[in-house]
């Protein structure tokens, strides 16, 4: 018989988000170092990593308790973990793209204003997101990119994963 035990969300956040930010980190630092940057396709294996970290937290948080949890947690769980991953990433970018090699934020840039030319843009809407896009790079701007892109890619993964995963406690009479 499996007995019930609630478990506090934190721990399995703050374990599967550092573990999934280290994966994330390694991810972007051959992406970036590889020139798969701008690669949409490399996009799919950052998607991936957040789908291992709902995924997993959300196994975690189950299997510690009993194998009972609650859509709620579920959803809790993963966003959170996701979140964390997130902040870290952010941290990363920052720290990548300001010191490691700031040369490829201008790289990023002519890639992105080569996707906005097919849009038809005039020249004075291309130079101010151009300007925009070089302006992303700052710390506040790389935290909440992070933070922001993890949380609600972790919520809706954590959606459809505890809307599969979750298993109501048995309720004693």
């Given at each position: 018989?499996n007995?019930?035990?609630?478990?506090?969300?934190?721990?399995?956040?703050?374990?599967?988000?550092?573990?999934?930010?280290?994966?994330?980190?390694?991810?972007?630092?051959?992406?970036?170092?590889?020139?798969?940057?701008?690669?949409?396709m490399?996009?799919?294996?950052?998607?991936?990593?957040?789908?291992?970290?709902?995924?997993?937290?959300i196994?975690?948080?189950?299997?510690?308790?009993?194998?009972?949890?609650?859509?709620?947690?579920?959803?809790g769980?993963?966003?959170?973990?996701?979140?964390?991953?997130?902040?870290?990433?952010?941290?990363?970018?920052?720290?990548?793209?300001?010191?490691?090699?700031?040369?490829?934020?201008?790289?990023?840039?002519?890639?992105?204003?080569?996707?906005?030319?097919?849009?038809?843009?005039?020249?004075?809407?291309?130079?101010?997101?151009?300007?925009?896009?070089?302006?992303g790079?700052?710390?506040?701007?790389?935290?909440?990119?992070?933070?922001?892109?993890?949380?609600?890619?972790?919520?809706?993964?954590?959606?459809?994963?505890?809307?599969?995963?979750k298993?109501?406690?048995?309720?004693?009479?």
């Amino acid at each position: 018989m499996n007995t019930v035990t609630e478990q506090s969300l934190m721990p399995t956040a703050m374990r599967y988000g550092l573990i999934g930010g280290l994966i994330a980190i390694v991810w972007a630092l051959v992406k970036n170092m590889s020139g798969l940057m701008t690669n949409s396709m490399a996009g799919i294996v950052d998607l991936l990593v957040y789908v291992f970290i709902v995924f997993s937290a959300i196994k975690a948080l189950r299997t510690a308790q009993g194998e009972h949890i609650s859509f709620g947690k579920a959803v809790g769980v993963g966003t959170l973990a996701c979140a964390i991953a997130g902040l870290l990433a952010g941290v990363f970018n920052f720290v990548y793209f300001n010191f490691i090699d700031p040369s490829a934020v201008e790289e990023i840039v002519a890639y992105s204003m080569e996707m906005m030319e097919g849009f038809g843009l005039e020249e004075e809407a291309l130079e101010a997101a151009a300007e925009s896009a070089r302006n992303g790079f700052t710390l506040p701007r790389s935290l909440m990119s992070g933070v922001g892109s993890g949380a609600v890619i972790g919520l809706i993964g954590s959606l459809i994963g505890g809307a599969v995963m979750k298993k109501e406690a048995p309720i004693n009479v």
